[in-house]
């Protein structure tokens, strides 16, 4: 069921918002230049790999040693606004067609993570990622890692019909308001360098 809602959903999707995908599909050429998108490796399904698609929010301006530079310096303004509005995920849809991703579910994260988590955290992968999920509506990059991670296993053991709909409605809210962008003092958030340990005592 929540497979054919999906399929339902992007379709419907794409095909209203055809328009403006391609007048920002333009705008992104036009201040952030090519290429329009940013497509990236993430893990799916029990970890299985797909390829990631969204709109590229930052420039690829490098230093003199031709490495890129920190993320900070290379969201533009413009960048800035399409992770505000969650503008950037809209290609994510496309994802969501061809079975990569669902709308609702743990957000897909870097490939180099798989080997971080713990036994608790990897459960993630039990369901497909999603364009929104639990722990995207109750803080967003303003959560830990931790936290995050759990709240995403979270909804993995009380995944429902009813939390999806919850949770697509938080999104619309969320996003209304801009709510948990970035991390405290982050242009994003921070890199994932595994659990934290509890101190000892």
């Known amino acids: ?32 230049g090519s290429p329009v998108f940013f ?27 031709g490495c890129l530079l920190p993320d900070a310096d290379r969201l533009t303004g413009f960048g800035r606004l399409l992770r505000a509005s969650s503008l950037d995920e809209l290609p994510e849809l496309w994802n969501v067609l061809r ?29 497909r990622p999603g364009i929104t999920g639990w722990a995207q509506v109750n803080g967003r990059n303003g959560l830990s890692w931790d936290r995050k991670l759990e709240l995403d296993v ?5 995944r429902s019909p009813w939390l999806d709909l919850r949770i697509l409605w938080l999104t619309f809210r969320k996003v209304l308001a801009r709510d948990g962008i970035s991390a405290p003092g982050e242009a994003t958030m921070p890199p994932f360098t595994g659990p934290q340990m509890e101190p000892e005592r």
């Open 1 to 32: 069921m929540k497979r054919l809602v999906d399929i339902v959903l992007s379709s419907v999707g794409l095909v209203l918002l055809g328009l403006p995908l391609l007048l920002l599909a333009g705008l992104v050429h036009r201040k952030l």
């Open 154 to 158: 979270w909804y993995v053991d009380n």
């Open 39 to 65: 497509c990236q490796s993430r893990p799916g399904l029990n970890g299985r790999p797909f390829r990631m698609i969204k709109f590229r929010t930052m420039t690829d301006a490098r230093g003199r040693d």
């Open 99 to 127: 079975g990569d991703m669902s709308l609702v579910g743990p957000r897909p994260l870097l490939v180099e993570y798989l080997p971080l988590y713990s036994h608790l955290q990897a459960r993630r992968h039990e369901v």
